[in-house]
């Protein structure tokens, strides 16, 4: 069968195709841990999961509003206030399904066909497929551990053309967990509206930042630029809440306007139930992002101190997120030439499913999630200890 031309360029996810391999191995009766988890192993916190069940009861199950119930949108104002003291109004909110969707609305509403989308290296899997499914031409803005996995401002005119029509910016980072400063942040923002392109923020992980460092927001110059700058953002990993997929993005009203029109003829409104559950997680207290804040950092801690420790691994100690990424090219050998086949290795020989680095655009790197309890984080490291040293 001839399946249209725009797929070809499309890759299956990455993490997806790892998770379906540590599935065959487990099948086959073999016990595998998996580091390459992308999201929080607690559950959803009770009071978000008896909203539902309430919407439930209550019959709160017909078609919404396409961009979200008034509650919905009025709770997301509420966390940008309640976070950031960022004053928003209901019609620059949209409720969509996971971030994910916000991003890909966003580059649908905002790219033309081979319009450049300027993309900082390591990215988010997701990035240059979706970038290349609206006809956008990815630019990549390499950075690497040695610079902490940022970008700065001379590195961005570095690759700034006439056809650099969006830059998307994740902090904190999947994969490198590299949180960027508040003046760091600025300072990129600034550039880009002085040259007329239009910031994309992902901060899907913006509660996840560990102290000293402190969260950053991009929603701070958008209140000034609100017609050069969107965010994305979603409860999935502030609030244990992947699977319920329910995103919000704050931006113009125009634009909102324009995703909206997108998202109604697509797939409509997300799931009602699911925007009850959006609701209670940011209208009630935060105490939960707190509890399971401080298990992540206990992890990362201890599983930097531990993979820092390795001969021949550097890994710039990550300030957010849930992940390390350690740069293991010191273990390259001919038989074992990339962060791919290190990972296949670690497969079979660790039994420790691993990301490779080349799912995020960094093939000397591997992305390790602490986001697992602390007991098979122990486990999972000693066993990769063992499989490359021998100890
Ligand atoms: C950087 C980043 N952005 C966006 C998303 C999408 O999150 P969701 O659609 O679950 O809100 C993810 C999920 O892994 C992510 O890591």
Redesign the pocket.
């Known amino acids: 069968m001839k399946f249209a031309k725009r797929l070809s360029q499309v890759k299956p996810s990455a993490t997806l195709a790892v998770n379906a391999k540590t599935l065959e191995l487990r099948k086959q009766g073999i016990a595998v841990t998996s580091l390459a988890v992308?999201e929080p192993d607690f559950n959803t916190p009770a009071h978000i999961e008896l909203a539902a069940k309430a919407a439930i009861d209550e019959h709160f199950t017909r078609y919404t509003d396409v961009a979200g119930i008034a509650e919905a949108r009025s709770a997301a104002c509420d966390y940008f206030r309640r976070i950031y003291g960022v004053e928003s109004k209901p019609e620059n909110i949209i409720i969509s399904n996971?971030?994910?969707q916000v991003?890909y609305n966003l580059m649908l509403c905002l790219l033309d066909p081979e319009d450049e989308i300027i993309i900082p290296v390591p990215y988010?899997t997701s990035y240059p497929d979706m970038s290349l499914l609206v006809g956008a031409i990815p630019v990549y803005v390499p950075s690497d551990s040695t610079k902490e996995f940022k970008i700065t401002t001379d590195d961005l005119e570095k690759i700034r053309t006439d056809k650099s029509k969006v830059l998307l910016l994740?902090s904190p980072s999947?994969p490198s967990g590299a949180a960027y400063t508040q003046a760091e942040l600025n300072a990129i923002l600034t550039w880009a509206i002085e040259h007329d392109i239009f910031v994309i923020a992902?901060e899907?992980?913006d509660q996840l930042v560990y102290e000293p460092a402190k969260p950053a927001s991009a929603s701070l110059m958008w209140e000034k630029h609100k017609d050069k700058i969107a965010i994305l953002n979603?409860v999935?990993k502030t609030f244990a809440m992947?699977g319920w997929r329910v995103?919000f993005g704050l931006a113009s009203p125009e634009l909102t306007k324009e995703m909206t029109k997108l998202q109604g003829q697509t797939t409509s409104n997300v799931s009602s139930i699911a925007q009850k559950a959006l609701v209670s997680a940011l209208s009630s207290s935060y105490d939960c992002i707190k509890i399971m804040k401080e298990s992540f950092k206990k992890r990362r801690d201890y599983a930097h101190a531990e993979v820092s420790s390795w001969e021949g691994i550097v890994c710039p100690k990550p300030e957010g997120a849930f992940y390390l990424f350690p740069d293991v090219r010191a273990l390259f050998t001919k038989e074992m030439p990339d962060a791919s086949s290190l990972c296949t290795y670690l497969l079979e020989e660790a039994k420790v499913a691993l990301m490779p680095g080349e799912a995020f655009g960094d093939p000397n790197c591997v992305r390790i999630s602490y986001a697992v309890s602390d007991e098979t984080l122990k486990n999972a490291l000693a066993a990769i200890k063992k499989a490359l040293y021998n100890k």
Do not use: A, E, F, Q
């Open positions: 992308g996971g971030g994910k991003l988010w994740n999947n992902d899907v992980y979603s999935s992947t995103g």
